[in-house]
T-cell receptor, first 113, second 110 residues
Framework: DGGITQSPKYLFRKEGQNVTLSCEQN?????MYWYRQDPGQGLRLIYY???????QKGDIAEGYSVSREKKESFPLTVTSAQKNPTAFYLC????????????FGPGTRLTVT | KQEVTQIPAALSVPEGENLVLNCSFT??????LQWFRQDPGKGLTSLLL?????REQTSGRLNASLDKSSGRSTLYIAASQPGDSATYLC?????????FGTGTSLTVIP
């Protein structure tokens, strides 16, 4: 089955630790995205990548980092510099260009205490 | 910057009723608009995609319309069922980014 996988589903970390969230897709999509979702707010874009080895900051990139070494993988690292990291993180992909829809993974809920 | 608004924030209807969800956006220079469904604690499921050149799209009991010039889209759900209970989000595609509304939480009462 084609789709997007995110792991783990739940993640708990202590304050001050970096943590990496996994996102893998087997849809052969060029573009991949990371969003953050907080209660009562819409999805906010953290980073996106239109092609391997290239990525751009979204609206709330501070305290996050990404890499895109392979087409199918787009891991997100939440660093200790992110002031309020507890949130639901969603990864998405699309074929790229302007005509195509986004597909989403199941999400990772990160709790930092 | 594009801003997307969804009204109402929450809606409760009896089973079988037809209903309309609204989405408005501030910048009409969009490539497409997508409607999603999100169940609690889950990812987003794509429902309908409307290209900027289209006026509407239909899938089963769902019909989405787009009026780009006025910055509005509606999602019409016919003969609602309890299984339709979820949060519905719209997103507009402007170049490299997608901008999302905050969603409408729908409850269909049996």
């Amino acid at each position: 089955d084609g789709g997007i996988t995110q792991s783990p589903k739940y993640l708990f970390r202590k304050e001050g630790q970096n943590v990496t969230l996994s996102c893998e897709q087997n849809l052969n999509h060029d573009a991949m995205y990371w969003y953050r979702q907080d209660p009562g707010q819409g999805l906010r874009l953290i980073y996106y990548s239109q092609i391997v080895n290239d990525f751009q900051k979204g609206d709330i990139a501070e305290g996050y980092s990404v890499s895109r070494e392979k087409k199918e993988s787009f891991p997100l690292t939440v660093t200790s510099a992110q002031k309020n990291p507890t949130a639901f993180y969603l990864c998405a992909s699309s074929k790229g260009g302007t005509s195509y829809e986004q597909y989403f993974g199941p999400g990772t809920r990160l709790t930092v205490t | 910057k594009q801003e997307v608004t969804q009204i109402p924030a929450a809606l409760s209807v009896p089973e079988g009723e037809n209903l309309v969800l609204n989405c408005s956006f501030t910048d009409s220079a969009i490539y497409n608009l997508q409607w999603f469904r999100q169940d609690p604690g889950k990812g987003l499921t794509s429902l309908l995609l409307i290209q900027s050149s289209q006026r509407e799209q239909t899938s089963g009991r769902l019909n989405a319309s787009l009026d780009k010039s006025s910055g509005r889209s509606t999602l019409y759900i016919a003969a609602s069922q309890p299984g339709d209970s979820a949060t519905y989000l719209c997103a507009v595609h402007t170049g490299n980014q997608f901008y999302f509304g905050t969603g409408t939480s729908l409850t269909v009462i049996p």
